[in-house]
């Protein structure tokens, strides 16, 4: 999903006087000469062993510098690349002219979540993909993410952290399924609107992947937490143990009063590779693996969460689960922590960042390599895979090159432990309590323009809509559904009066 670009919109923007002033106070060709900035991190084999977050900040400083860097382009692409439409030139123009609060505000105008976003969003494939340094100056983009994240830090930790305005309640009951990012957003807009809405929340903590699935050292639970609380103190009530579909059908909360619902369930159900032996003990999904930890506080000795830590743990997969699973595997004590991954390292979807930084965690990359079979000893215990070699053939579907067996390049690993991170589908309760909703072949709910969908009055976004997807997209889909929800129960309550 791309944003669309108002040129004559910004163009006229940015002649506000003091953009001006700043453009004259330094030219374009001074800017592009200064250096990017680059993240502060926390020393890789320090890291490795603790849960502390990888990436420390910047400090006033280094923002400084890189948002000189910005030109404050007439037409610029940044923003296309950003799946909400994020005004960047505006919120670094105010962080270069001191106003870091300001530029907190302009952040806020279409991302409610600007500290994970900054932590979190693919960045190099989105809005610093589209700057002009990487278009037309052959250069690094603007640092933009690790500006988002330093403006949303400073806010949260000098701003007056006041709730957004709320219209009047209107008493109009919305439900809202799941607590994931597209749930929390729908949740925060519909509050703005003043609707008395409710969040069910199957587990027993919210928050949604942000909380069971993206490790701490990438995004803190007290970031996750300080954005929640903002929502509950907007109004918004949290149910947790709560499975809509099981606790209560969507019928029985009608028959309490909701007039409508968001489905953000994610897509929680672990794909397998149905190769033999998966069933052997120490063959876990990246699901329950990083679930048990992050959330149940497995491998923490005051817990009695049981999470299988292998001394020898393979990863087998190449995405964002896959690094956050293979790093957590290190952080837990593995003396050899392995992603084992069928394509090459310029395929993996992992964002680029995480890459890198499992490198620099000694983290060893096996490429090209596909598991066949897994072995296990007398007790069924996982003691040994067989993995083979692959060559890279013709891009397939997915743009990538399509990975080729090599016939007799299979070998042995040792390993005890294996952790399977190859994608997810979406969590089937809620299609199968409702036979009449309608899902495509890979069970994603289809949806309208407005995220409705072909049921009138249930609305769903984020995974459950496209799939294993990202936290942007998913906040996009949730800013979305919120007007298509305000559109529909206005009608219902206009219909009602006549
Ligand atoms: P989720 O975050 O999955 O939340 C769904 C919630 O619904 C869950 O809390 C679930 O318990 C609840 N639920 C499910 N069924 C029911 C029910 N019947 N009743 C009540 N509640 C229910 N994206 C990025 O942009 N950057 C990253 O770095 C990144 N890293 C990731 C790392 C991991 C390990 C994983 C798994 C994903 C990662 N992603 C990343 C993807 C991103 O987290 C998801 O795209 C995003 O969280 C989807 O949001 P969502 O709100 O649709 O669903
Ligand atoms: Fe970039 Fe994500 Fe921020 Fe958009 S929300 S500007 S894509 S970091
Ligand atoms: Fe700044 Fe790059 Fe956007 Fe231009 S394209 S406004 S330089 S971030």
């Given at each position: 999903m791309e944003s669309e670009l108002n040129e004559e919109y910004y163009k006229n923007e940015?002649?506000?006087?003091?953009?001006?002033?700043?453009?004259?106070?330094?030219?374009?060709?001074?800017?592009?000469?200064?250096?990017?900035?680059h993240m502060i991190e926390e020393d890789p084999l320090v890291r490795n062993k603790s849960n502390i977050e990888v990436n420390k900040g910047l400090t006033l400083a280094l923002a400084l510098q890189e948002s000189r860097r910005c030109?404050?382009?007439?037409?610029?692409?940044?923003?296309?690349?950003?799946?909400?439409?994020?005004?960047?030139?505006?919120?670094?123009?105010?962080?270069?002219?001191?106003d870091i609060l300001g530029a907190a505000k302009v952040l806020k105008e279409n991302n409610s979540l600007p500290a994970i976003c900054g932590r979190v969003c693919?960045?190099?494939?989105?809005?610093?993909?589209?700057?002009?340094?990487?278009?037309?100056?052959?250069?690094?983009?603007?640092?933009?993410?690790?500006?988002e994240r330093f403006v949303a830090d400073y806010d949260r930790e000098h701003g007056?952290?006041?709730?957004?305005?709320?219209?009047?309640?209107?008493?109009?009951k919305i439900g809202v399924v799941g607590s994931g990012p597209a749930g929390l957003t729908v949740a925060g807009e519909l509050a703005k609107f003043g609707y008395d809405v409710t969040v069910f929340e199957?587990?027993?903590?919210?928050?949604?992947?942000?909380?069971?699935?993206?490790?701490?050292f990438r995004l803190p639970n007290s970031i996750v937490d300080f954005e929640i609380n903002t929502i509950k103190q907007m109004g918004v009530k949290f149910v947790t143990n709560f499975i809509v579909g099981k606790t209560a059908t969507f019928d029985d909360l009608k028959s309490?009063?909701?007039?409508?619902?968001?489905?953000a369930s994610g897509a929680g159900l672990p794909n397998f590779m149905n190769i033999p032996g998966e069933n052997f003990n120490g063959v876990v999904s990246a699901n329950e693996f990083l679930t048990r930890v992050n959330l149940m506080g497995g491998g923490k000795t005051q817990f009695d969460t049981p999470v299988h830590a292998g001394k020898n743990v393979v990863i087998v997969g190449g995405g964002n689960t896959a690094m956050d699973s293979v790093r957590t595997a290190k952080r837990m004590g593995a003396e050899r922590a392995i992603i084992v991954y069928r394509r090459s390292q310029e395929e993996m979807p992992a964002r680029a960042e995480e890459i890198k930084h499992a490198i620099e965690e000694e983290i060893e990359f096996i490429n090209l390599t596909t598991p066949i079979e897994y072995f296990a000893d007398e007790n069924g215990n996982l003691n040994k895979m067989r993995v083979q070699k692959m060559g890279l053939g013709e891009p397939d579907a997915s743009g990538r090159r399509r990975p080729i067996p090599i016939e007799g390049s299979e070998y042995d690993i040792d390993v005890d432990s294996v952790v399977i991170a190859v994608g997810v589908s979406p969590n089937p309760i809620i299609q199968q309590s409702m036979p009449e909703l309608e899902v495509t072949k890979w069970n994603t709910i289809k949806v309208d323009e407005n995220m409705m969908t072909s049921i009138p009055g249930l609305f769903a976004g984020g995974d459950i809509v496209r799939g294993g997807a990202t936290v942007i997209l998913a906040m996009g889909d949730g800013r979305k559904a919120a007007s298509g929800i305000h559109a529909y129960a206005q009608k219902l309550v206009l219909a009602e009066s006549v």
């Amino acid at each position: 999903m791309e944003s669309e670009l108002n040129e004559e919109y910004y163009k006229n923007e940015r002649k506000a006087d003091w953009r001006d002033k700043l453009r004259k106070e330094m030219k374009s060709k001074d800017r592009t000469n200064i250096p990017k900035i680059h993240m502060i991190e926390e020393d890789p084999l320090v890291r490795n062993k603790s849960n502390i977050e990888v990436n420390k900040g910047l400090t006033l400083a280094l923002a400084l510098q890189e948002s000189r860097r910005c030109l404050d382009c007439v037409a610029p692409t940044c923003i296309v690349g950003c799946p909400v439409g994020t005004n960047i030139p505006k919120f670094i123009k105010y962080l270069e002219a001191g106003d870091i609060l300001g530029a907190a505000k302009v952040l806020k105008e279409n991302n409610s979540l600007p500290a994970i976003c900054g932590r979190v969003c693919p960045q190099e494939i989105q809005c610093e993909a589209q700057c002009v340094y990487v278009k037309k100056l052959s250069g690094e983009g603007a640092a933009i993410g690790h500006l988002e994240r330093f403006v949303a830090d400073y806010d949260r930790e000098h701003g007056d952290n006041s709730i957004p305005a709320i219209a009047e309640p209107n008493g109009i009951k919305i439900g809202v399924v799941g607590s994931g990012p597209a749930g929390l957003t729908v949740a925060g807009e519909l509050a703005k609107f003043g609707y008395d809405v409710t969040v069910f929340e199957a587990l027993h903590d919210l928050g949604g992947v942000l909380k069971y699935g993206i490790p701490e050292f990438r995004l803190p639970n007290s970031i996750v937490d300080f954005e929640i609380n903002t929502i509950k103190q907007m109004g918004v009530k949290f149910v947790t143990n709560f499975i809509v579909g099981k606790t209560a059908t969507f019928d029985d909360l009608k028959s309490e009063g909701f007039v409508a619902f968001f489905i953000a369930s994610g897509a929680g159900l672990p794909n397998f590779m149905n190769i033999p032996g998966e069933n052997f003990n120490g063959v876990v999904s990246a699901n329950e693996f990083l679930t048990r930890v992050n959330l149940m506080g497995g491998g923490k000795t005051q817990f009695d969460t049981p999470v299988h830590a292998g001394k020898n743990v393979v990863i087998v997969g190449g995405g964002n689960t896959a690094m956050d699973s293979v790093r957590t595997a290190k952080r837990m004590g593995a003396e050899r922590a392995i992603i084992v991954y069928r394509r090459s390292q310029e395929e993996m979807p992992a964002r680029a960042e995480e890459i890198k930084h499992a490198i620099e965690e000694e983290i060893e990359f096996i490429n090209l390599t596909t598991p066949i079979e897994y072995f296990a000893d007398e007790n069924g215990n996982l003691n040994k895979m067989r993995v083979q070699k692959m060559g890279l053939g013709e891009p397939d579907a997915s743009g990538r090159r399509r990975p080729i067996p090599i016939e007799g390049s299979e070998y042995d690993i040792d390993v005890d432990s294996v952790v399977i991170a190859v994608g997810v589908s979406p969590n089937p309760i809620i299609q199968q309590s409702m036979p009449e909703l309608e899902v495509t072949k890979w069970n994603t709910i289809k949806v309208d323009e407005n995220m409705m969908t072909s049921i009138p009055g249930l609305f769903a976004g984020g995974d459950i809509v496209r799939g294993g997807a990202t936290v942007i997209l998913a906040m996009g889909d949730g800013r979305k559904a919120a007007s298509g929800i305000h559109a529909y129960a206005q009608k219902l309550v206009l219909a009602e009066s006549v």
